[in-house]
Nanobody
Framework: QVQLVESGGGLVQPGGSLRLSCVAS????????MRWYRQAPGKERELVAA????????TYADPVKGRFTISRDNAKNTVFLQMNNLKPEDTAVYYC?????????????WGQGTQVTVSS
């Protein structure tokens, strides 16, 4: 059974930092691309950052470029999202996503989400 468990969310003041973690189990983590998404109230879920299985290819959404860093530790089946210089518009539920290739198909798995609130 695939499980993705996020942690690290919370309340932070503008300009502050948080580090999100996502621990994966039940999937071939080292061969799976990993992504962070977020969903703010009343808005659609959006891709924040993505990292390839070996970490060689990384992409970011324009609003977070230069502030957020995605990384992974394949030995610990964990993906991270370091968020610096947080802004109120970063407030959202952040979700970990795994794209797992099996038998010619790609399956998406999701964590339960962790709330990030940026407010003074």
């Amino acid at each position: 059974q695939v499980q993705l468990v996020e942690s690290g969310g919370g309340l932070v003041q503008p300009g502050g930092s948080l580090r999100l973690s996502c621990v994966a189990s039940g999937l071939p983590f080292s061969t799976s691309a990993m992504r962070w998404y977020r969903q703010a109230p009343g808005k659609e879920r959006e891709l924040v950052a993505a990292i390839s299985s070996a970490g060689g290819v990384i992409t970011y959404a324009d609003p977070v470029k230069g502030r957020f860093t995605i990384s992974r530790d394949n030995a610990k089946n964990t993906v991270f999202l370091q968020m610096n210089n947080l802004k109120p518009e970063d407030t959202a539920v952040y979700y970990c996503n795994a794209a797992v290739a099996r038998s010619g198909y790609v399956y998406d798995y999701w964590g339960q989400g962790t709330q990030v609130t940026v407010s003074s």
